[in-house]
């Protein structure tokens, strides 16, 4: 079992940037694809990124595309979420997720992935 935890959260104004942590512990992450996701209060789980485990092919919530950048160095086992111009609606607690990338499936459910850590919170206010 791979054990994450989230750091880099905070708060931050409109149009500045953050960089999420998942580093990774328990086992190599380098066969498993990492996923960030994200809640806000009364709202479901959502995708905001994910990367599998070769780091070519990523995959963006349209919300993010253009903002936001995920990367992974297997090497350090560790995951990076590169914020940008952020907007009070990312406001959220971020989460990790990893999951055994075996198949071609586009893995955007929070059901599909086997590990979580427990969240950083990102605040977006003036």
């Known amino acids: 079992q791979v054990q994450l935890v989230e750091s880099g959260g905070g708060l931050v104004q409109p149009g500045g940037s953050l960089r999420l942590a998942c580093a990774a512990s328990g086992r190599t992450i380098i066969r498993y694809a990492m996923g960030w996701f994200r809640q806000a209060p009364g709202k479901e789980r959502d995708i905001v990124a994910f990367i599998r485990q070769g780091g070519l092919n990523t995959y963006y919530a349209d919300s993010v595309k253009g903002r936001f950048t995920i990367c992974r160095d297997n090497a350090k086992n560790t995951v990076w979420l590169q914020m940008n111009s952020l907007k009070p609606e990312d406001t959220a607690v971020y989460y990790c997720?990893?999951?055994?990338?075996?198949?071609?499936?586009?893995?955007?459910?929070?059901?599909?992935?086997?590990?979580w850590g427990q969240g950083t919170q990102v605040t977006v206010s003036s």
């Open positions: 997720a990893a999951r055994p990338d075996y198949s071609s499936s586009v893995y955007v459910y929070p059901n599909q992935y086997d590990c």
